[in-house]
């Protein structure tokens, strides 16, 4: 049992938090908010994240998803506005899923090469996360199928050079579901960025019609259907339960540093009870979503191993976003009071936090969501979870 | 990152399991699951008996350094043994308080003599300690101690009350906290002592909980006799300290188990009565789930610690943690069981069901052991620098 970092991932960690201090600071994020980012060249070119859990026969790093799991989680501390989390966090993660040999041999290099990024798109416009809530639909086309249909809220889906679409046939069963590739300029593709309350992390809308997909494009992995790709898209779970981890992680840092200089009644306020009690809650959220997202990172490692179910990802999976998601937003709300006036303005970096908490934890299964997958693993099936 | 045991820990886990299969029947077959927290007070005489089984079995002081008669086993060891233990449904330990507790303090702090005089006797199970920690006044505010410690002729003689002393009427000995230096305050001039129960000037009387039972006392010395002393007079602190240390740790896992027995008789309920069809009870019955595992997953980093054995900070958040934890999960059960929350068994008086009892127990661990409050104050100066409270002494 040795359940913490390696010295490898210590400094993986430290690395790219001395990284993203500089490259990732309170301006750099602004200046994306307003369009004027650089940090995703700066990740490709200096950092080589995208690259990250590729494997080496792909020309990747070949690291597995605790190195991933390090990596999105200073990425969350920051508020990084980049396509890692939608690129390596979820696309690289859905084809190794469910890319075949000959597919991951011909696409991933690449991604390696910082030459492409991703957007994965499963969710229709005002629906849930989940199979139930899938907006696009395939049947037989012209050069191998053909794509019609909507999504909504695709994370980066606007600036993705390639989109993994999930979608049913007409009979709507789980076993009907597959993921194909779609270039994102493919005629009948029409993209619209949506504003978002989250200004750090772009979405969009996509409107599909008619859009025609070589067989070669349909992922080899999710002829099987609903299981596998379930699996691709929990791995990308673990991605932004990690990256909650950080903006939970952060929001109470914040918190704590803002009581220790603000003073009142001729004290740092962080010398009350009723703020350091808040403060305790907020660590107590904290190390129970650590060990949930590095224990979902594990078993991400083991199920890409034939070590781990599928089942016993997805319970993983639910549980650290769940926990991360929870923590992010109750720990920014928490910051933000905590800040007092200050909380509530522009100027201060914690709105952001806040924003970024409450649509993170809605993305990729609310924590709502993910609670009833758990219920329905301990209260519905005939045997438990694992 | 590795998450799982050793093949020699495997082997170990065997071997516990099958010893436990073996001997964890017949006679001992009604104790399996019994006298754990909420129900402490249940067959005493069978569980010494037990005691002395696993002694026989080579199961007691499993931790501690083979010249005292231990086994040595490692940290990963003895978690093994607790969730074995737990996972059979082994009862509430009559000795864990001498093997847990007397027994460290005297392999750290007391003398040959000593350690001569008291180990053999825990570690063959053939007697019993109780702690003698807290008073009225002196509750999470331990340094605030008045029990007196008068040395008479060079015997110690103790004055004073403790209070929430649990197996205080069946246990054989009693280590006190007293106050040796008539003048001091605060956690100077205490003193650590050995105080055997059998004698006239000490008397136990029973405290009734809110269960309607009495699995805790207070205890009252008059002019009582200490056998012992350990360390100097003023040093008491000191080993006071040293020995809550003691606590942490090892048994986290095999409470789990005892947690995961709960909530697994409380899924059943819900999926019996209709409750799990209920969608606010199933997201509070998937955050207990969540809940459990997290407190796994906390203790698997606990476990696997920091190099030089440092205070880790999900360590700091455990007790909180859990006790929490366990309250909410007293609630849920109660809400899952419906109508039938409210209606006692008809044997006798108060007669709680297995999940009333933890509804009814499990507002205690949110109290002792440092309230969620001192927790939260804990958590806060440690963990995050925050200022400390005010002490005015």
């Known amino acids: 049992m040795d359940f913490r970092f390696t010295d490898e991932q210590v400094m993986i960690r430290d690395t790219a938090r001395a990284f993203l201090a500089d490259a990732s600071d309170s301006a750099a994020v602004r200046a994306a908010m307003a369009g004027q980012g650089d940090a995703w060249a700066r990740v490709t070119g200096e950092m080589g994240w995208q690259a990250l859990t590729i494997p080496e026969s792909c020309e990747g790093l070949g690291l597995g998803w605790v190195e991933l799991a390090i990596v999105h989680e200073a990425a969350g501390e920051t508020l990084l506005v980049s396509p890692l989390f939608a690129t390596l966090g979820t696309g690289v993660s859905l084809l190794r899923a469910c890319a075949g040999e000959q597919q991951q041999a011909d696409w991933l290099p690449g991604i390696a090469a910082g030459e492409a990024t991703l957007g994965v798109g499963m969710q229709g416009p005002g629906k849930d996360w989940g199979l139930r809530g899938c907006g696009v639909r395939y049947r037989p086309g012209d050069a191998g199928y053909e794509l019609r249909g909507e999504l909504a809220s695709v994370v980066d889906g606007a600036i993705a050079d390639t989109l993994l679409v999930v979608a049913l046939d007409e009979t709507e069963s789980p076993e009907s579901a597959r993921v194909f590739r779609v270039a994102a300029d493919a005629q009948g593709v029409t993209r619209r960025q949506t504003p978002g309350l989250d200004q750090t992390r772009d979405l969009a809308h996509l409107q599909l019609s008619e859009v025609q997909v070589a067989e070669d494009d349909l992922l080899d992995g999710s002829r099987a259907g609903w299981p596998a790709i379930q699996a691709g898209l929990d791995l990308g779970v673990i991605a932004l339960a990690a990256e909650l981890l950080g903006t939970a992680q952060r929001s109470l840092d914040l918190a704590v540093t803002y009581t220790l200089e603000r003073e009142q009644f001729g004290r740092p306020v962080a010398g009350f009870q009723a703020l350091k009690h808040k403060a305790a809650d907020m660590m107590l959220r904290c190390e129970c979503a650590r060990s949930a997202v590095y224990y979902a990172a594990c078993t991400a490692d083991a199920f890409l191993e034939g070590q781990a179910s599928a089942a016993q990802l997805a319970e993983a999976a639910s549980i650290a976003k769940a926990s991360a998601g929870d923590a992010a937003f109750e720990n920014a709300g928490e910051a933000l009071q905590m800040h007092g006036g200050v909380g509530f303005t522009w100027e201060y970096d914690i709105h952001l936090y806040f924003k970024r908490a409450r649509a993170g934890r809605a993305q990729w299964g609310s924590s709502d969501w993910h609670r009833e997958r758990i219920a329905e693993f301990i209260l519905d099936g005939d045997e438990a979870m694992s | ?393």
Not at chain 2, 264 to 291: C, E, S, W, Y
Not at chain 2, 315 to 323: G, I, S
Request: charged content about 25%; aromatic content about 10%.
């Open chain 2, 1 to 393: 990152m590795k998450l799982s045991f050793s093949p020699e820990n495997e082997a170990f886990r065997a071997e516990i399991r099958q010893w436990l299969d073996e001997n964890l029947c017949g006679e001992f077959e009604p104790l399996r699951y019994r006298g754990g927290p909420g129900d402490e007070h249940v067959f005493i005489d069978e569980r010494k008996a037990w005691e002395q089984r696993m002694a026989a079995g080579g199961w007691v002081g499993i931790g501690w350094p083979s010249q005292h008669g231990g086994r040595a086993c490692s940290i990963a060891e003895q978690v093994i043994f607790h969730e074995e233990y737990a996972r059979a449904g082994g009862p509430g330990r009559m000795g864990h308080i001498g093997e847990g507790l007397a027994a460290p303090t005297l392999i750290a702090y007391g003398s040959a003599q000593q350690q001569q005089r008291y180990l053999p006797a825990i570690l063959e199970g053939r007697e019993f300690w109780c702690q003698g920690y807290s008073e009225p006044g002196a509750g999470s505010d331990l340094a605030n101690v008045r029990s007196k410690a008068v040395c008479d002729n060079g015997v110690w003689k103790i004055t004073g009350q403790k209070v929430w002393t649990s197996l205080a009427h069946e246990a054989d000995w009693c280590f006190v906290i007293a106050r040796t230096d008539p003048g001091s305050v605060g956690n100077k001039g205490l003193g650590f002592f050995l105080v055997a129960m059998d004698q006239p000037g000490v008397d136990v009387r029973p405290i009734v909980q809110i269960t309607g039972t009495a699995e805790f006392n207070e205890v009252f010395f008059e002019n009582a006799v200490a056998a012992d002393i350990v360390g100097e007079p003023g040093e008491g602190w000191k080993i006071a300290m040293a020995l809550l240390g003691f606590e942490r740790g090892v048994s986290t896992l095999g409470q789990q188990m005892l947690f995961q027995n709960e909530l697994d008789a409380i899924v059943t309920i819900a999926r019996k009565n209709g409750a799990a069809k209920n969608p606010l009870l199933r997201q509070r019955l998937a955050q207990a789930h969540l809940g459990l595992r997290t407190m796994r997953y906390n203790a698997m980093r606990m476990l696997s610690g920091g190099e030089d054995g440092s205070l880790q900070r999900e360590a700091l958040v455990y007790k909180l943690h859990w006790a929490t934890w366990h309250r909410d999960l007293g609630e849920l059960a109660m809400d899952v069981l419906g109508p039938d929350a409210e209606l006692l068994g008809e044997n006798g008086d108060y007669d709680l069901s297995r999940l009333q009892s933890l509804f009814l127990f499990s507002r205690s661990d949110t109290i002792y052991g440092g309230t969620n409050q001192i927790q939260r104050n804990i958590i806060a100066e440690r963990g995050l620098g925050m200022p400390r409270e005010l002490r005015p002494r």
